[in-house]
Nanobody, 121 residues
Framework: QVQLVESGGGLVQPGGSLRISCAASGSIFSINNMGWYRQAPGKGRELVAAITNGGSTNYADSVKGRFTISRDNARKTVYLQMNSLKPEDTAVYYC???????????????WGKGTLVTVSS
């Protein structure tokens, strides 16, 4: 019943910036950890950035200093601000979240369907 929908992907030149979003909807009681993963062509899915419900963040070494993850709990949305983009950042970016449903105590992990980010001149 939970849906995660990413938006904001597209084509950007090297050195440019892009902001992608992920909005959660459904019968949600609470959202705990949220994160962004990406999968480049021919590679496995890797963690890009994560943020806890307390605001602590974690980044892959390859994006430190360039990417910033943030969340808006009122809007049930997580963002990824991507600056100084490089061609190697090209990938499908997936939203991930740990969510508790209403009237159900256990948290489950959910994935969005992804948004494509292409960095090319």
């Amino acid at each position: 019943q939970v849906q995660l929908v990413e938006s904001g992907g597209g084509l950007v030149q090297p050195g440019g910036s892009l902001r992608i979003s992920c909005a959660a909807s459904g019968s949600i009681f609470s959202i705990n950890n949220m994160g962004w993963y990406r999968q480049a062509p021919g590679k496995g899915r890797e963690l890009v950035a994560a943020i806890t419900n307390g605001g602590s963040t974690n980044y892959a070494d390859s994006v430190k200093g360039r990417f910033t993850i943030s969340r808006d709990n009122a809007r049930k949305t997580v963002y990824l601000q991507m600056n100084s983009l490089k061609p190697e950042d090209t990938a499908v970016y997936y939203c991930n979240a740990d969510i508790k449903l209403r009237w159900y105590g256990d948290a489950s992990n959910y994935w969005g369907k992804g948004t494509l980010v292409t960095v090319s001149s």
